[in-house]
């Protein structure tokens, strides 16, 4: 396990050094969540102002998600992020990098950047699309929405 995640990330030094994510993740045995695309909508359906305020929201609904699904940041193995100006993403790195250790930690899952004319919400210009992977062990309980049976 590589510390701080329940997963291995694996960077080959035959790879450049990667920046802000990891080339592979190898998935510890549990229970997958799928995240549905988490653009930087508020909680009354709003949407934040500017790239790196989007991206700092919908990296919060992203944790709001994954805790609703009894799952931690750390037991994120994948992240798609999908941009509308890629050239606005890759100059605002510093900012953005702050936004994303602020709800992720220095955790970087496998990741991908993906430039789009356009996301569902024409007001947004960053959607995250996550995997995480819940390690089973003690403690970790399969959450079904059912009642539990006696």
Same mark, same amino acid.
């Given at each position: *396990?590589?510390?701080?995640?329940?997963? @291995?990330?694996?960077?080959?030094? +035959?790879?450049?050094?990667?920046?802000?994510? +990891?080339?592979?993740? #190898?998935?510890?045995?549990? @229970?997958?969540?799928?995240?549905?695309?988490?653009?930087?909508?508020?909680?009354?359906?709003?949407?934040?102002?500017?790239?790196?305020?989007?991206?700092?929201?919908?990296? !919060?609904?992203?944790?709001? !998600?994954?805790?609703?699904? !009894?799952?931690?940041?750390?037991?994120?193995?994948?992240?798609?992020?999908?941009?509308?100006?890629?050239?606005?993403?890759?100059?605002?790195? #510093?900012?953005?990098?702050?936004?994303? @250790?602020?709800?992720?930690?220095?955790?970087?899952?496998?990741?991908?950047?993906?430039? $789009?004319?356009?996301?569902?919400?024409?007001?947004?210009? $960053?959607?995250? $699309? %996550?995997?995480?992977? $819940?390690?089973?062990?003690?403690?970790? @309980? *399969?959450?079904? %929405?059912?009642?539990?049976?006696?």
């Amino acid at each position: *396990m590589t510390e701080g995640t329940p997963h @291995r990330l694996v960077n080959p030094d +035959s790879l450049p050094r990667p920046l802000g994510f +990891s080339h592979a993740v #190898v998935a510890s045995s549990g @229970r997958a969540v799928y995240l549905g695309g988490q653009a930087g909508h508020r909680r009354d359906g709003s949407i934040a102002d500017g790239l790196v305020e989007q991206f700092d929201q919908a990296c !919060a609904n992203v944790v709001t !998600a994954l805790a609703a699904s !009894a799952a931690r940041p750390d037991h994120l193995v994948s992240v798609h992020i999908f941009v509308t100006d890629a050239t606005a993403y890759r100059s605002s790195l #510093v900012p953005l990098g702050t936004a994303w @250790r602020s709800h992720f930690g220095k955790h970087y899952p496998a990741t991908s950047l993906f430039e $789009v004319s356009g996301l569902f919400d024409p007001r947004a210009l $960053v959607e995250l $699309v %996550g995997v995480a992977i $819940v390690p089973e062990g003690p403690g970790e @309980r *399969m959450v079904t %929405g059912l009642p539990d049976e006696a």
